[in-house]
């Protein structure tokens, strides 16, 4: 076993490429798996935040055609009747679940009462889907440091332990092992920091998004 080790440490001596894939390469199973760990998360972070940032610009456009066509037509159930039986504008969305409750119930008893319900249910579902992927952002961006950091003292343990059989404490012997670990950390570092920025950014936004459909449904009110 101490020959085993001892070996590894002098081909890490004698291996002077440093390329990010022969890093991973000559990688124990431990970092390895933080490595993949983190590049995966790194990828799929990085498909909600295209995604996420595709979605809040179709919004915030959209919202806005709809507001002014909206406040240009001559009444609230004209309008609900001009538009397209399948919407999937959040807005939209929630003026038509708001209209549909209103035309089905014949009583005009509470209605302002229940409307009210019926506009906060219907945001509060609308930004529900929005905000979808918002958790695995900052998850990613508070742990993936720490995971990084993990694979990084990993390494750096097994690096030590084979120089001290190996008997060389040569620069040679340490700096791969000691480049393989600090490879986790910037890999943890690479998949957080994107995933922090992206989820205080888009955070805003649906707050944001989330006031401006408040707004809507109160001006809304104002009018049945």
């Known amino acids: 076993m101490e ?35 983190l590049i995966v998360c790194s990828i799929y972070s990085w498909a909600i935040i295209i995604d996420k940032f595709r979605l809040f610009k179709k919004i ?5 055609e709809f507001e002014e066509k909206f406040w240009n037509s001559k009444s609230a159930e004209t309008f609900y009747n001009s538009l397209p039986s399948k919407v999937d504008d959040p807005m939209s969305l929630v003026f038509q679940e708001a209209m ?14 229940r409307m009210i319900a019926s506009l906060e249910a219907g945001v509060e579902r609308q930004m529900t889907k929005i905000e979808k992927g918002f958790t695995f952002l900052a998850t990613v961006g508070s742990t993936a440091p720490f995971i990084g950091l993990f694979g990084t003292v990993w390494g750096i343990m097994n690096s030590f332990q084979s120089i001290a059989i190996s008997r060389n404490t040569s620069l040679a ?21 994107p995933a922090v920025v992206a989820y205080n950014k ?23």
């Open 60 to 64: 915030n456009k959209t919202s806005e």
């Open 3 to 37: 020959a085993d080790i001892a070996s590894k440490a002098i081909e890490l001596g004698t291996n002077t490429d440093f390329s990010l894939f022969s890093l991973f390469l000559r990688a124990d199973i431990v970092v390895k798996t933080v490595m993949i760990s």
């Open 202 to 224: 888009f955070n805003n936004d649906s707050k944001k998004y989330s006031e401006k459909l408040q707004n809507f449904s109160k001006r809304f009110l104002t009018i049945i």
């Open 100 to 113: 549909e409750g209103l035309l089905k119930k014949k009583s005009r008893a509470n209605i302002s009462e």
């Open 173 to 193: 012997i340490v700096a791969p092992g000691i480049a393989e670990a600090l490879f986790a950390t910037a890999l943890g570092l690479l998949a957080a920091i």
